[in-house]
């Protein structure tokens, strides 16, 4: 039993010996190595998020109208939009065309006059007649600038009925179709009212040549 027991015990410690040896990868016996440290895996570099895909876009809505040709976008097909024209004033004068509220328009070469409310040709074409070669009816975009019912010429010593200034010392008033004026456009007595009672202080004149 004794040498049994020796046995076994010499068999334990060849044993642990052995583990020791395992344990410390340098066998030297009793010295415990500590467990190398776990290298960290190598992580793949974020890719950057992909771009949204661009929006759908409709530029039918946003196209500029007056006839013309545009292009739209809808649903990554272009397809060609046509846009209804604006509809003609039938008037020679744009600016007094485009005028929101009240405005006059004087053709001089044609020799004739509207009156306008919102673009619409409200009254006209009436004959006119303008100023002379050495008295030129002014030209341009011009406002209403006072009104005279009964205007006396001191320059030209002569009535001016009905005035309507729309530029200084020119009007629309009651005058001769026969007769060119000294600078202003004359009217018929029927129409100069109409032009006196229509036409407000601000309102647009446009006298094309």
Known sequence: MRTTK??????????????????TGAGTPGAVAEPAAMAAPALAPASAP?????????????AASHGKVVSATLHGTTKPVSQPAAKDSGVPCPAAAASPGTSACADISAHQAWLLQ???VIYGPVPMLPGLKSYPTPTGKFHVLSKV???WSTEFKAPMPNSVFFYPGDAFHS??????????????????????DTLHVGDVVQVVP
């Open 6 to 23: 020796r046995l076994l015990a010499g068999s334990a410690a060849l044993a642990t010996t052995f583990v020791l040896t395992a344990c």
């Open 50 to 62: 992909a771009a949204p895909p661009p929006p759908r876009t409709n530029t039918a809505a946003s």
């Open 118 to 120: 919102g673009g619409k």
């Open 149 to 151: 019912k009964n205007f």
């Open 175 to 196: 005058g001769s179709l026969s007769q060119y004026s000294h600078g202003c456009i004359h009217l018929s007595p029927g129409a100069s009212l109409t032009f006196f």
